[in-house]
C-alpha cells in the first residue's frame, strides 16, 4: 500500500532535501487542493507532516489539517510537533485517524506507552527518524546517540505495532529508501510494521519495498 504525503511548511506542501529546513521545493502552493486530488483519484490514505510544528515543538498547521480532514475522506495520519497528550487529543478529536509520535517517544516513553494503552496501536504510530541507525529528534535537529533498535524494541514492548522509518541522509535526495536498515529492523521485530518514509518515483522502487517486505511507501 502506498500512501501519499504532504509536508506542511509554511501553509504550502513542500519537499525537503536531507532534512533540512532551509532547502525545500515547493509541491503544491495550496496543500488542501492537493488532498482533494488524492480524494478524487480515490486514494485510501494521506500522511502529513506538520514540519512547522516539528521545529515549534507543538501543532501550528492546525487549520490546514482541519481542512484536508474535510476534504479527504480516506485513512488519514499526522506527525510532526506532537508532544504532549493535548496535541494527540486535539488531532483524533477532529477525526484524524492517526498520530505520529516521534520526539515525545524518545524523550517520555512513559507518555507514548499510556497514549498507546488509551487508544490503541492502530491510532497511536510511532516515527523513528535518524542517521546511522541513531534517532533523531525535535524535526531532525537534535541527533541523539539512542539507537534505532532500542526505540522500537522499548516501543514494541509498551504496545506499539507501527513504525514510520524515516534515514534522515536519504530523505528527499530521490535515492530511495534505506533497504539494509529497514529489511533488518523488520527482521529483528517481526511483530513490528516497518514503514519506509521515501520519496518514491517509478515503480522499480515500489517493487524494492515489496522485496525487504516493507509494509507502506510514502511519496510526495
Known amino acids: 500500500m502506498i500512501f501519499p504525503a504532504i509536508d506542511l511548511q509554511d501553509g504550502r506542501s513542500v519537499r525537503l532535501y536531507k532534512g533540512d529546513f532551509a532547502q525545500e521545493t515547493?509541491?503544491?502552493?495550496?496543500?488542501?487542493?492537493?488532498?482533494?486530488?488524492?480524494?478524487?483519484?480515490?486514494?485510501?490514505?494521506?500522511?502529513?507532516?506538520?514540519?512547522?510544528?516539528?521545529?515549534?515543538?507543538?501543532?501550528?498547521?492546525?487549520?490546514i489539517v482541519k481542512a484536508v480532514r474535510a476534504a479527504f475522506t480516506g485513512i488519514l495520519e499526522i506527525g510532526g510537533g506532537i508532544r504532549d497528550k493535548e496535541a494527540v487529543d486535539?488531532?483524533?478529536?477532529?477525526?484524524?485517524?492517526?498520530?505520529?509520535?516521534?520526539s515525545v517517544a524518545l524523550k517520555n516513553p512513559e507518555l507514548t506507552k499510556?497514549?498507546?494503552?488509551?487508544?490503541?496501536?492502530?491510532h497511536i504510530v510511532i516515527g523513528v527518524d535518524g542517521k546511522n541507525g541513531k534517532v533523531a529528534a525535535e524535526g531532525w535537529l537534535d541527533q541523539s546517540d539512542v539507537?534505532?533498535?532500542?526505540?522500537?524494541?522499548?516501543?514494541v514492548e509498551g504496545g506499539a505495532k507501527y513504525f514510520i522509518v524515516t534515514d534522515v541522509d536519504r530523505d528527499g535526495t530521490m535515492q530511495g529508501?534505506?533497504?539494509?536498515?529497514?529489511?533488518?529492523l523488520q527482521k529483528e521485530f517481526p511483530t513490528a510494521r516497518i514503514v519506509a518514509y521515501d520519496y518514491v518515483r517509478g515503480n522499480r522502487r515500489v517493487q524494492?519495498?515489496?522485496?525487504?517486505?516493507?509494509?507502506?511507501?510514502?511519496?510526495?
Open 114 to 122: 499510556q497514549v498507546i494503552a488509551e487508544y490503541g496501536a492502530e
Open 147 to 155: 539507537p534505532m533498535t532500542d526505540l522500537i524494541g522499548a516501543m
Open 26 to 63: 515547493v509541491i503544491n502552493p495550496n496543500p488542501v487542493d492537493q488532498a482533494k486530488q488524492y480524494e478524487a483519484a480515490k486514494v485510501g490514505a494521506l500522511h502529513l507532516v506538520d514540519l512547522d510544528g516539528a521545529k515549534a515543538g507543538k501543532p501550528i498547521n492546525v487549520d
Open 90 to 102: 486535539l488531532y483524533l478529536g477532529m477525526g484524524v485517524d492517526r498520530v505520529i509520535l516521534g
Open 177 to 184: 529508501a534505506n533497504e539494509e536498515l529497514l529489511g533488518n
Open 208 to 220: 524494492s519495498a515489496e522485496i525487504i517486505e516493507m509494509t507502506v511507501m510514502l511519496l510526495n
